[in-house]
């Protein structure tokens, strides 16, 4: 039986849920088509059903472009062996359908995935076809995420680059013992780590960047294990963002018998993610117990009351690094009491919280002007009583 293009839809859309994608750290001033005036322009940022900085919640349409698949991942719902209804788009079938929905103002962008059809290569062809007909025959200059698949051409993830504001590959696992656990047909070095070295080459040129994901819980991985490997792809392979997706079984895949990952773990490694991109923060400054975090404590809580000697930092002297140390001073709140300390020493704590710090996390870990107003003790007595802690970036 013949699939209209809306049933393809809800079969494909369906299949792309796994996939995790966010409009943040992407290049907004790549143009196509050669006019400052191509469709989509009017957006300033990516979209993927998240919040924008300037407060905007914009949609993507995240869609397959085909569920069917020759890979054996044993969590995904779209491995080969599993009994379920497959499908595909063409080309020409889904970049139509999508410039529908834009001109219809149903979404902003596109976040185009797959499944392996045939080979890595035909598949990928196919991808990087149906984006040049959008770009091009459409002349759609906004936001498009496509998904690299692994053991793609180097010419394909060029391309890809051009194409797209952004490309990811699935790291999943952060060594190949895990990977081996996923998949018995990936290798690490090869078809991941290779192609991550490759994007990076493009994708400066290109002004286009590239993010990934992780499958969190199902391959018998550590939180330190993720961390130290999510530090190695920003350092040497210029990832900009790693996403992570708390496992769930999905009946009818090997894995189907292991518990679901606690989104506190999830929510965990995120906020850990946060330290390391935005507050300067290394591997070795968080706390694990046996390779895990704490899962009743904030990271960044979590390393102040391990390193209490740090404590009290001077807020009228202290540099950008060592105010990022203390709990309820991000970056933003940091760089405004730089700003005001150039005028006038702190003196009182409302100074800071005029400037947007949470002075009652900060206040047991600071001085002004070496008065000091709280005890870490008593902060941690008191938060003791509080099962879970909420982190403030």
Same mark, same amino acid.
């Given at each position: ?13 369906? @299949? ?41 919640? %914009?949609? #993507? ?13 044993? /969590? ?22 999508? +410039? ?8 902003? @962008? ?22 040049? +007909? ?21 010419? *394909? ?9 952004? !490309?990811? +590959?699935?790291?999943?696992?952060? *060594?190949?013992?895990?990977? &081996? ?12 780590? &290779? ?14 960047? *590239? ?27 210029? !990832? ?35 330290? %390391?991109?935005?507050? &300067? ?33 001077? !807020? ?6 060592? #105010? #990022? ?12 009491? +730089? ?17 947007? !710090?949470?002075?009652?996390?900060? #206040? ?15 902060? /941690?007595?008191? *938060? ?10």
């Amino acid at each position: 039986m013949t699939l209209s293009s809306f049933e393809k839809l809800v079969i494909l859309g369906e @299949g792309a849920k796994y996939d995790v994608c966010a409009s943040t750290s992407v290049n907004h001033k790549k143009v196509f088509s050669g006019s400052k005036l191509g469709l989509g322009t009017t957006s300033s940022c990516g979209v993927c059903h998240s919040f924008t900085p300037d407060g905007r919640c %914009i949609s #993507l349409l995240k869609v397959l472009m085909t569920n069917v698949c020759q890979k054996d991942c044993c /969590y995904c719902p779209n491995r080969r062996q599993r009994d379920v209804k497959r499908t595909s788009f063409t080309a020409n079938e889904l970049a139509s359908l999508f +410039i529908e929905f834009y001109r219809r103002n149903y979404v902003e @962008g596109l976040f185009l995935s797959s499944g392996v059809k045939n080979t890595t290569f035909q598949t990928m062809d196919e991808m990087l076809q149906c984006i040049e +007909i959008i770009r091009y025959k459409h002349n759609f200059n906004g936001y498009i995420h496509l998904k690299i698949l692994p053991g793609a051409k180097e010419e *394909q993830i060029e391309a890809a680059c051009t194409l797209a504001n952004r !490309v990811s +590959i699935n790291c999943e696992a952060p *060594q190949q013992k895990h990977l &081996n656990k996923l998949s018995k047909t990936k290798n690490f070095n090869k078809d991941i780590l &290779n192609t991550f070295k490759t994007i990076d080459k493009y994708q400066g040129t290109n002004k286009c960047n *590239q993010s990934t994901q992780f499958i969190v819980g199902a391959s018998g991985e550590t939180d330190k294990d993720i961390l130290s490997r999510v530090d190695s792809l920003y350092n040497n392979f210029g !990832v900009k963002r790693a996403y992570f997706s708390a496992f769930t079984p999905v009946m009818g895949t090997p894995l189907e018998s292991l518990s679901s990952t606690p989104l506190l773990r999830e929510n965990r490694l995120y906020q850990s993610d946060f330290l %390391i991109r935005l507050y &300067n923060f290394k591997v070795h400054d968080l706390t694990f117990i046996n390779g895990n975090l704490q899962d009743n404590m904030d990271p960044k809580l979590a390393f102040a009351l391990n390193n209490l000697a740090l404590y009290p930092i001077e !807020v009228n002297t202290a540099n950008f690094d060592k #105010l #990022l140390k203390v709990p309820g001073i991000g970056p933003v709140s940091a760089k405004r009491i +730089i700003k005001l300390r150039r005028t006038t020493k702190i003196l009182d704590p409302n100074q800071l919280k005029a400037i947007r !710090v949470v002075v009652k996390r900060a #206040l047991p870990f600071i001085s002004l002007n070496g008065k000091v107003f709280d005890s870490i003790e008593k902060f /941690y007595k008191n *938060q003791n009583k509080v099962k879970q802690l909420s982190f403030d970036f």
